[in-house]
């Protein structure tokens, strides 16, 4: 589970709209933990090379 500050998740929820659905703040909320997700795997060296990457995207483009 990935954990993000609560100042985070009441970031996202200000910036809503004042008429919001609960579907977008929850599209919101996902989007920031996926984030979070994201930074933690690079601080703890979990990342791929650009080679790979346009390695990887090669195979799906071609």
Do not use: F
């Not at 589970?1 to 009441?10: F, V």
């Not at 601080?43 to 799906?60: M, P, T």
């Amino acid at each position: 589970m990935t954990s993000c500050r609560k100042s985070d998740i009441e970031n996202v929820i200000k910036t809503l709209p004042e008429e919001t659905s609960v579907e977008e703040a929850m599209e919101k909320l996902y989007l920031l933990s996926k984030i979070e997700k994201g930074l933690q795997q690079a601080d703890s060296g979990n990342v791929i090379s650009h080679k790979e990457v346009e390695k990887r995207l090669k195979k799906w483009v071609d």
